[in-house]
């Protein structure tokens, strides 16, 4: 169930009428749903791209159109707009878009993955770089990648003792160390040149 606020039903009715195409509604989907990435998208939806399996909220002057594959990330949904003196603000809550944080029972690959995701490739993004996930040892021992601006820079080493391992290992407390399996000197276009 997705709830429209009156304020927000209004300036979705306003918008499309602005737009003179007759059926002319607004899709609601999901990108990268289920993960820390997770985000909203909101866009034009013309009559000829309705899809069949689409969910649809009727409103008045309008039709939400909700894909199926989003369905399941929006269920929940709470959309408000609150206008302003300069404009408004679109509040769309969707508790279930970026899926659950995996719990103790969750693998320890499953929780690596959502802690990399969500806190340690945000922060590195800011230097155009990226951390994948190689492997997990059973014995707890993380074999991480380095990419982009990660990827030979002179402060790499730094990067993962001071920042990846010590978040890692405070987040899933069964990891024995983190290793860097990167050929740095493959680097071709470092945040800082080593």
């Known amino acids: ?105 969750a693998g320890l690959v499953e929780r690596v993955r959502y802690v990399l995701d969500s806190e340690i490739n945000p922060a590195v993004a800011s230097h155009g770089g990226r951390v994948s996930l190689v492997e997990v040892s059973a014995d707890g021992v993380v074999l991480l990648r380095f990419g982009g601006g990660c990827h030979g820079c002179g402060q790499v080493d730094v990067t993962l003792k001071n920042g990846i391992e010590k978040t890692l290992r405070e987040k899933v407390p069964e990891i024995t160390a983190v290793r860097d399996v990167t050929d740095h000197s493959t680097g071709e276009n470092p945040y800082i040149k080593r």
């Open 1 to 105: 169930m997705i709830e429209i606020g009156d304020s927000a039903r209004e300036y979705f009715a306003r918008l499309v009428q602005q737009q003179g195409i007759p059926g002319l509604g607004i899709r609601l989907r999901a990108v990268d749903g289920g993960t820390p990435r997770g985000d909203c998208r909101l866009e034009f939806c013309e009559p000829e791209d309705v899809r069949g399996d689409d969910w649809t909220i009727e409103c008045e002057g309008f039709s939400l159109y909700v894909d199926s594959a989003s369905a399941p990330f929006l269920d929940g949904t709470q959309i408000e707009y609150s206008a302003e003196r300069a404009g408004g603000q679109l509040v769309i809550r969707a508790p279930k878009l970026k899926g659950v944080v995996p719990g103790a029972e």
